[in-house]
Nanobody, 122 residues
Framework: QVQLVESGGGSVRGGGSLRLSCAASGNIAAIDRMAWYRRPLGKQREWVATITKGGIANYEDSVKDRFTISVDNDKTTTILQMNNLKPTDTATYYC????????????????WGQGTQVTVFP
């Protein structure tokens, strides 16, 4: 079991920055990949960024070169640094943890935080 809590959301003008944090607890050692997703109002959840256990990061095209995902040394905190924010970045942002399949649960594991709101004004 893994518990995730997001923080750092808020309201900023276009061009501003925000730093989102995801605090993880529980069976942290079992996590293989961390990610951030977001859900704009009235739309489906969409992927934003992923970082592997080896530190390799990938980004959705619209946030590439503006957002940076990172994990601290003890793997308890995942950061999403968001720069040059745009109104289209407005959404509820969710932290995600993935665990590889094992014999007891071959589908693998996904854990989610409660979300933090980001609003970007023009």
């Amino acid at each position: 079991q893994v518990q995730l809590v997001e923080s750092g959301g808020g309201s900023v003008r276009g061009g501003g920055s925000l730093r989102l944090s995801c605090a993880a607890s529980g069976n942290i050692a079992a996590i293989d990949r961390m990610a951030w997703y977001r859900r704009p109002l009235g739309k489906q959840r969409e992927w934003v960024a992923t970082i592997t256990k080896g530190g390799i990061a990938n980004y959705e095209d619209s946030v590439k070169d503006r957002f940076t995902i990172s994990v601290d040394n003890d793997k308890t905190t995942t950061i999403l640094q968001m720069n040059n924010l745009k109104p289209t970045d407005t959404a509820t942002y969710y932290c995600n943890a993935y665990r590889s399949p094992d014999t007891s649960y071959p589908q693998g594991y996904n854990y989610w935080g409660q979300g933090t709101q980001v609003t970007v004004f023009p």
